[in-house]
């Protein structure tokens, strides 16, 4: 599955026009670096030798208050592992480095993982620390890359032809694409929102109350190996949390195809009512796949109680439709 | 002038009945080229039509006719379909919001869902790139009676119930002006549910007769051990009483005596119960059962009815619950009127299916599939049904199928039940649609074994026959001779049930349907 990996490199058009215009410099053998603003103290650049290949546009996305120093050496970009690359995507050398010294090559890396996973690696090593937005079909959350420009996450695949995207801020992408066998023998339950909405998917297998061991939730999510082992269900989190205005996902994933019982799951929505929800219309998004069927996409709005109410939850059980399991 | 003076008049004959409540008069509806004009307040407007309520009662007026001036006239051009949905939580709160989420989908239209708790919500559906809606589309899910109450007070487009309306309500129907509303097209079967007997996993009980089941709610029967048990007490569970659920129950089998019982809001919190005790007996349903084990139902002679989507679309189960839809005998809103016609499409029915209740498309059998019948045909054999009858059955209706469309009657009249009805609406559409062409239609009449063969035959011809008519009827734009249809009735020769119970007969007396191979001579 890993020779499968490819990444491409996708610009926007007013990116790709900036950075045309830097790609005639390398091509001129300019000898460059460049330090972000957020660069630690004391990085110290590397110098290497330019490899002017392909003479293709370079894609790196910019912060457009980053400072770009030129420096006196040229850069050697990193050789891209055989085949890796798209046929038509354009192959680019890195005349740069990250403060690190790590060449900015970007990828986006995934491979399947048990449980009917996906594991995925974004390198982004230019990128520290920047915004971003994973996409997958209908599910899209927003995290941060760490100061050294990685991420890493596992997520639900939500069918078997998994095609993954990811668009930092200033509107460059990376996209990766794989084919997850075991992705049909899941359900999915997704509840997205933005920021913090205090919205959580309550699942109780198989008759279990609240509290019980069958009671899933973000605060017992169990792991993908538990629905590995045909045991039950498992709450992926997705998105950054505690920053406002980014993008948030829970899934709740169940091997409904390897269960050796039939019987029900019951699903319900809790919202905190907090001071900052309180008397007004929380927004949301729900999606249910089945056997790798998507079911169509809802938007809700959540009409909170008044903030005399604040600390009670709203608890509602029809806005997700229980799980009915058949036996296999 | 003559479409106003049209809908006038036909207005006035539908209403007419209706007291007039004094209101203010914020509209005035005039015939385009003057003349003929009406004031009075603005019910309605469906982009067509308007409704207006007036001192003859309410009328309904063809836009296209008439010009609307004062303060209550809608705004043409920003006109969004306004729909009111209500009624029975069981279909209310998953499988409805479920096809009309399908349905926008279908249709290209975006979807947002506004809550504001569990029992009631409202759908806007707008088209993408547009900012004004399309329509929007309130659910207040409660009971099947609420549903009704808010059917009579005309505040609902579509009101979902859990059983049919009982002649108390069709009177007080007629009453307030809602004349008609048990013709087929008002009162519709969407989907199918069995009532059930459910029963923790662990429960050692595997089956109860209809005539046990009456016993433990008459109070007669209290204990397991009475039922094959152990010897402990039996706790019982039922919805509340003035749910759609608990009355059919109570209708089919028999009311809770005065017993204690927990009784519940949901169906989901019934079977909740139902599956953590091992004690506990809950009336349900089928679809509904949770985590809970339906009992299998043991008809007078010691034989388990069949049970699963394929009997209860025949109706060979004995507590088939029909779930419905009634809308007010006016003219809904044309999205309305798209998304009533959609839950007929195979998409639709597939989606019902999906979530685990039985749709209503036909499913067919070969006699070869029908052994257990047969075998119950040769053991019933004797005086009153000679071999020879037998004979003739298994002749005529070799190289048959059954389908699943079955036609049975109310209780002691000659009327068909609400699933019967509708499937003479399904049937007359498939015909219509040439899913039968070239083929031959056999409407066979049975009957139950009450009485005399030779009488009890001449009585399943009578209905064969009936039922055929109606059938035929339907189905308008059938092309005469594009189907054969014909007759055949055999009386009490093959009963799917034992006649010592009244239910049992209930499902013997039946027309069923059976479909013959292409260019089929004989008959």
């Not at chain 2, 069981?90 to 096809?99: I, K, N």
Request: glycine share 10%; with cysteine; hydrophobic share 45%.
């Amino acid at each position: 599955m890993a020779s499968q990996r490819r990444y491409s490199l996708i610009a926007s058009a007013t990116v790709l026009t900036a950075l045309l215009a830097m790609g005639v410099m390398q091509s001129d053998a300019i000898a460059s670096r460049f330090v972000t603003a957020s660069a630690p103290q004391g990085a110290t650049p590397a110098h290497q030798p330019v490899e002017t290949a392909h003479g293709g546009a370079l894609s790196v996305p910019r912060d457009p208050e980053a400072s770009v120093v030129f420096g006196a050496a040229p850069l050697r970009a990193p050789a891209l592992p055989e085949g890796s690359a798209e046929p038509d995507a354009r192959r680019t050398a890195q005349p740069v480095l990250s403060a690190f010294g790590l060449p900015c090559t970007p990828r986006l890396a995934a491979a399947p993982a048990p449980g009917g996973m996906v594991a995925v690696q974004l390198s982004a090593p230019c990128e520290p620390e920047r915004f971003f937005t994973l996409t997958q079909g209908d599910l899209a959350f927003t995290d941060m890359t760490s100061v050294t420009g990685d991420f890493a996450v596992t997520l639900p695949a939500l069918s078997q032809d998994v095609a993954l995207d990811v668009r930092f801020e200033d509107g460059s992408r990376l996209s990766t694409a794989l084919r997850v066998e075991d992705a049909a023998l899941f359900d999915h339950v997704i509840l997205q929102w933005q920021g913090e909405a205090g919205l959580s998917i309550h699942a109780l297998e198989f008759g279990a109350r609240y509290g019980e061991k069958g009671h899933v939730s973000a605060a017992s999510p169990r792991d993908p190996s538990f629905a590995a082992r045909a045991l039950g269900g498992f709450i992926t989190e997705l998105g950054a949390r505690d920053l406002n205005h980014t993008r948030r996902a829970e899934i709740y994933s169940f091997p409904s195809g390897l269960m050796g019982r039939s019987g029900l799951v019951r699903l319900s929505v809790e919202a905190e009512v907090t001071p900052a929800n309180c008397g007004q219309d929380l927004a949301a998004r729900s999606t249910q796949i089945r056997a790798g069927a998507a079911e169509p996409s809802v938007e809700i709005a959540l009409a909170m109680p008044d903030c005399s109410a604040v600390g009670d939850y709203l608890v509602l059980k029809n806005l997700l439709r229980d799980l009915k399991i058949a036996r296999n | 002038m003559a479409i106003l003076r049209a809908a006038f008049s036909a207005a006035l004959f539908l209403f007419v009945s209706l007291a007039a409540p004094a209101a203010a008069q914020d509209v005035t509806l005039s015939a385009k080229g003057g003349g003929l004009s009406v004031s009075g307040t603005l019910l309605s407007f469906d982009g067509e039509f308007y409704r207006v309520q007036t001192e003859f009662g309410p009328l309904v007026l063809d836009g296209s006719g008439v010009d609307c001036s004062g303060p209550g006239c809608p705004d043409l051009e920003t006109f969004v379909a306004r729909i009111t949905v209500a009624g029975d939580e069981m279909l209310g709160a998953e499988l409805m919001p479920l096809l009309l989420e399908a349905y926008a989908q279908e249709r290209g239209l975006k979807i947002r869902r506004i809550v504001s708790d569990d029992r009631n919500f409202h759908y806007v559906l707008w088209e993408e790139g547009s900012g004004s809606p399309v329509a929007e589309i309130a659910f207040h899910l409660g009971t099947t009676v609420q549903g009704f109450g808010d059917l009579l007070r005309d505040q609902a487009d579509i009101v979902m119930a859990a059983r049919e309306m009982t002649r108390e309500e069709l009177a007080a129907a007629r009453e307030a002006g809602l004349g008609g509303l048990k013709a087929a097209a008002r009162g519709r079967v969407i989907a199918l549910d069995g009532l059930a007997l459910l029963v923790a996993p662990e429960n050692p009980v595997q089956g109860l007769s209809l005539a046990q089941a009456r016993a433990v709610r008459a109070g007669l029967v209290a204990n397991w051990a009475d039922l094959g048990g152990a010897d402990a007490p039996i706790v019982l569970h039922a919805l509340a009483a003035d749910s759609g659920l608990e009355q059919a129950i109570s209708n089919r089998l028999e009311p809770l005596g005065g017993i204690a019982v927990t009784r519940h809001q949901s169906l989901a919190s019934l079977a909740d119960a139902v599956a953590r005790d091992p004690l506990a007996l809950g009336f349900g349903t089928l679809t509904e059962q949770g985590n809970a084990r339906p009992l299998d139902l043991i008809g007078a002679c010691g034989r388990a009815f069949p049970k699963g989507a394929h009997a209860i679309k025949a109706e060979d189960y004995p507590l088939t619950l029909p779930l419905l839809l009634y809308t007010p005998p006016r003219r809904l809103p044309k999205f309305a009127r798209g998304f009533l016609r959609y839950l007929n499409t195979a998409p639709a029915q597939a989606l019902i299916r999906a979530n685990g209740f039985v749709d209503l498309d036909a499913e067919r059998a070969p006699l070869s599939g029908q052994g257990d019948r047969l075998a119950a045909a040769i053991l019933n054999a004797g005086a009153e049904v000679p071999l020879g009858e037998l004979q003739r059955m298994v002749t005529a209706l070799a190289g048959y199928e059954r389908l699943t469309t079955t036609f049975r009657f109310e209780t002691g009249s000659s009327v068909l039940d609400a699933q019967s009805r509708t499937n003479v609406l399904l049937l007359a559409e498939a015909l219509e649609a040439g899913r039968y062409d070239g083929q031959t239609l056999v409407f066979v009449g049975f009957s139950d074994g009450e009485g005399a063969a030779a009488t009890n035959r001449q009585i399943s011809e009578n209905r064969a026959r009936r039922v055929r008519d109606a059938v035929r009827r339907a189905a308008r734009a059938l092309p005469e001779g594009g189907v054969r249809m014909r007759t055949e009735a055999f009386g009490e020769a093959m009963p799917m049930a034992c006649d010592e119970s009244g239910i049992g007969r209930q499902i013997n007396r039946r027309v069923e349907v059976w479909v013959g191979p292409k260019m089929d001579q004989d008959g």
